[in-house]
């Protein structure tokens, strides 16, 4: 089943930040919490691993939001968005040393927070080692436990172990997860180039399915939630050596 991409909050002027909260969940996102101050935001962190911070620089409290981020960074790798009133040269060059995804201005459009989120899981492929599935206009992005997929103008997480197969139409490929089907533009081949092969495998020119996930092996066919998928004659032993190996 996809998982919005998780997105943590800390600005201490609260009319400001539920508004943000808003934007994000009309935009399909989850918002973590919102807190005041670092030191809150610090155990957040701990207890809930977000997948991006919006950070207030100028936050109320012992550390500003750029020392979050700093104390933040000895455990966690997590992308950082600045949001900021007051952009002077001396915070930007303090934040800038923390390599962060992007900087908001405020008062800033809802079109600005979309494109900046859009962007920081797009630099994940930098920053994180995430390799890239891209042809005409699809975009995702896979990790190793996940796979970041653009759907509906916006990027979802889907866990790995929540996909069940992969099939191919034409130019497209469907992802059948738990719960949800998502289509992208790319070919079946390209994807296969990048999943990893610990999880999937290609059991006939049009499907690609996750090991874990079948119920059934037959001698022309294998069964996945209900679904017969067929199987290449020569594939089917290198799924059988497969299954000796798990």
Known sequence: MAQPIKIFIVEDEMIIAANISLQLTDLGYEVTGIVPRGEDALIHVQENKPDIVLIDINLKGNIDGIETVELMQKDYSIPVIYLTANADEEHFNRAKKTNPQAFISKPFKKLDLQRAIELTVNRLQANQGILEVEEDNSTSFILSDCIFVKHHEKMVKIVIEDILYIEADRNYSCIHSKGKDYLLVTTLKNIDMKLPAAHFMRVHRSFIVNISQIDEVGSTHIVIAKKAI?????????????????
């Open 230 to 246: 067929p199987i290449s004659k020569h594939l089917r032993g290198d799924l059988m050596k497969r299954f000796q190996t798990i």
